[in-house]
């Protein structure tokens, strides 16, 4: 292995900061611009090679001390040493040199939207049993090692103290060696809690699982065996697990997606509920449980939710029926494989995507082949959580006719390089 040292002048898309010497490039993680390094070359990656610190010769002018005790261990939060000031600036030039990339030219990128500390509302906790200790927490860095969590600043703080309890709960049912992970969700009710992984579970664990869910006070416990699989009903409180998108109470479906954060949720909400102001027929595509769909509905709007989770559009029309919400309609559709046709986007004023991370290749191909024989809505609301994906689409859309009017980055998940996106394109 061979080294290389310099200085280290920009941060790279991945958040690793980038050293070029003799016409190569090298990415160091947890380095910032400006740090004098002496480094470890490691394997090739994209057109460089990554590159792993070993001295910190001289601490750049944006260096700051990380405020987590396992930072450069765990693999969640890689940029808590870089100043805010800088680190702010560098997420919005992502969104910006994604949308230059795809040459799309004449919009302002917004100012990035911050989201507090300790609010991130769930996670998915690796836990694996080492002999007499169960490990509980998340990967370390470029590693499968598991970081035994005692503290985070992104989580809200129910979530780390919650740990305990639950290595303790899963000591009996794990084999020494054996990894479960443990999606945690924190609700209205109390902690929402779904273990997969291929565990002996004979009637007699069953029953203690039960037992210490409500000893720890846990809204619900369920168990599935894999990610396809349906859960099993372990344990549930007095109340379901439930959030409430705007005014509107929805029960959760064991493991079911929700936005990281209640408040990164509610800004994309105001600006969608802004943008969508006069629009009377909406679709809400990759409506998941309902986040944009119940409130869009509750101020009036007739609105189809289409999402391909089951369970998902099963709880947003139940919690649509039981808020008196009529003119909401769930419908459970697979839309990269059928997405809304010619015929039905005629019929619609807007649609709000809010696609996965691969984003909405398909449905945009839809609405650019409508658009362009005049049959598609001329508004678009498009959320995103990866700037590659979605300055795809955006392509797609402008090239459809659609002007990009507005975008705005959310820093839903700080100190990572993970980026939120609202937008807003019209005809």
Not at 173 to 197: C, N, Q, S, Y
């Amino acid at each position: 292995m061979r080294d290389v040292d310099g200085v280290i002048e920009r941060m790279g898309g991945q958040g690793h900061g980038v050293l070029s010497k003799d016409g190569e490039r090298f990415y160091v993680p947890f380095t910032v611009p400006g740090d004098r390094i002496a480094a470890k070359v490691g394997e090739p990656r994209g057109d460089g090679f990554a590159a792993q610190l070993s001295v910190l010769e001289a601490a750049g002018p944006d260096r700051i001390d990380a405020p987590c005790g396992h930072f450069q261990t765990c693999g969640g939060c890689s940029l808590q040493h870089w100043a805010d000031a800088p680190y702010r600036a560098w997420k919005r030039d992502k969104l910006s040199a994604a949308l230059t990339r795809r040459e799309i030219a004449d919009v302002t990128v917004g100012e990035l939207v911050a989201v507090p500390d300790h609010t991130r509302r769930r996670a998915e906790f690796i836990t694996r049993r080492v002999k007499d200790k169960v490990l509980m927490g998340f990967h370390e860095a470029q590693s499968r090692k598991i970081v035994d969590l005692t503290e985070c600043l992104v989580l809200k703080p129910e979530l780390p103290a919650l740990l305990p309890s639950l290595r303790a709960m899963m000591m009996p049912v794990l084999g020494d060696g054996w990894a479960v992970d443990l999606k945690v969700t924190w609700t209205e009710t109390g902690a929402d809690v779904l273990i997969t992984g291929k565990l002996k579970m004979r009637v007699q664990e069953r029953i203690e699982l039960s037992k210490a869910a409500k000893a720890i006070g846990l809204g619900r416990l369920s168990l599935r065996f894999d990610e396809r699989g349906d859960a099993e009903l372990l344990y549930q409180g007095e109340q379901v697990p439930r959030v409430r998108f705007g005014n509107v109470p929805v029960t959760l479906a064991p493991g079911g997606f929700l936005q990281a954060t209640a408040e990164a949720e509610q800004a994309m909400a105001d600006l969608a509920l802004d943008a969508l102001q006069d629009a009377k027929r909406v679709a809400d595509l990759f409506s998941g449980c309902g986040a944009f769909a119940l409130r869009l509905a509750a101020v009036g709007k007739t609105v189809w939710a289409v999402d391909a989770d089951r369970p998902a559009i099963a709880m947003l029309g139940a919690a649509a029926k039981t808020a008196g919400l009529s003119r909401l309609t769930a419908t459970a559709r697979d839309l990269e494989r059928q997405p809304l046709s010619r015929a039905e986007l005629k019929k619609l004023d807007a649609i709000l995507l809010d696609p996965p991370r691969a984003g909405a290749k398909a449905q945009v191909q839809q609405i650019a082949e409508a658009a362009k024989l005049g049959e598609a809505p001329g508004l678009i609301v498009m959320l995103s959580c990866d700037p590659s994906s979605f300055s795809r689409d955006a392509r797609g859309l402008v090239d459809a006719g659609y002007r990009l009017e507005k975008v705005v980055p959310i820093d839903q998940f700080r100190w990572s390089p993970h980026l939120e996106i609202f937008s807003i394109f019209r005809r």
